[in-house]
């Protein structure tokens, strides 16, 4: 069984400015994927999570324990953690850092070299292990930095955006490693900005914009997300058609449709005063049809509007 993550009112503040704000979710197996724009908070949650930035207000507890406790120490060759940034000394080989690494966790120097070895295998590695990390490729620093995660067992996995620098195939292939450790038993935190790139794996979502706009299970996002059906229509003057329905009071804008320009609307409460607005100004319509929309799309709108959206 994994660690248990709990936190209550959690905020951080840096001078006047929260990183953020109200944090409040009780995770106890699965994985947790951590979504949010560019300084939302994400970096700095997962940081609160491990010990290394302390909140200003509220409570997080690791299995219980407060990470800036020194009981906490007990809990930590049991997390692993995959920075954000692939800052690893570019002067060492793979091996040696892994295996230094395994022995400050408290291997001894035969089991440091498995462990090492092994880990560099799930991040296809170990053909790489006396080369120096500085004449790896970007990608290569980054998957010695997950291997680094794996090394020893795990109960807790914090991982700050791990397929950034990844090609598809170990985007793939990482996203595939998480899923069975998650399946094994250990607990999966995960950050990134990109639903798409969680969507299949996390099995809780919590998206941060500063505040907290959501925390819950991937279905409860996408059934709260997606809940407004919306008219799209393709029509031959796009960007007039939007100005003609926003002056009758729609919340009209353009989508890219595989390659054409279309006109959503939001709500389908009253279609036929949509498609009056546009006849009565003489814009030809060639296709109408309502449909929800992605997830993706529903998602982007969130964290673009944020304002005091709820949820959970
Ligand atoms: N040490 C610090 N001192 C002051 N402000 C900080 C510090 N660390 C983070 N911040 C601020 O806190 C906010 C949240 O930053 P954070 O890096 O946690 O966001 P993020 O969601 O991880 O962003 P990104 O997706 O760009 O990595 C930002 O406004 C950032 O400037």
Request: a negative charge; one cysteine or more.
């Amino acid at each position: 069984m994994g660690f248990e993550v709990n936190a209550s009112a959690l905020s951080k503040r840096f001078g006047q400015r929260y990183a953020y704000r109200n944090v409040e979710f009780t995770f106890t197996s699965g994985i947790l994927g951590v979504l949010g724009p560019n300084g939302a908070g994400k970096t700095t949650l997962l940081k609160t999570i491990l010990g290394l930035v302390k909140p200003s207000a509220g409570e997080i507890l690791v299995e219980g324990v407060n990470p800036r406790s020194p009981g906490f120490e007990k809990l930590l060759p049991r997390i692993g953690y995959v920075p954000e940034l692939p800052v690893v000394p570019l002067w060492t080989t793979p091996c040696i850092l892994l295996e230094t690494l395994a022995r400050l966790e408290g291997y001894t120097s035969v089991e440091a070299r498995v462990r090492a070895r092994e880990a560099l295998e799930v991040v296809g590695l170990a053909g790489e292990c006396e080369t120096p990390i500085g004449k790896l490729s970007k990608g290569a620093r980054k998957r010695v930095l997950v291997a680094q995660a794996f090394i020893g067992e795990r109960e807790l996995l914090v991982l700050d955006e791990p397929y950034s620098g990844l090609d598809p195939e170990w985007v793939y292939r990482v996203r595939e490693l998480l899923r069975t450790v998650a399946r094994e038993g250990a607990t999966v935190i995960v950050s990134s900005h990109i639903l798409r790139e969680l969507e299949d794996i996390a099995t809780h979502v919590l998206v941060l914009k500063t505040d907290q706009l959501f925390y819950g299970s991937i279905e409860e996002l996408r059934a709260w997300l997606s809940g407004t059906p919306r008219i799209i229509l393709s029509v031959a003057e796009p960007e007039r058609a939007v100005e003609v329905l926003r002056r009758g009071g729609f919340n009209a804008y353009t989508i890219n449709k595989g390659g054409q320009l279309v006109v959503a609307v939001e709500g389908a409460d009253d279609p036929a005063r949509v498609l009056s607005l546009l006849l009565a100004e003489n814009i030809e319509i060639s296709e109408y049809r309502v449909e929800k929309a992605s997830l993706e799309e529903a998602y982007l709108k969130l964290v673009g509007a944020g304002d005091g959206l709820g949820g959970g």
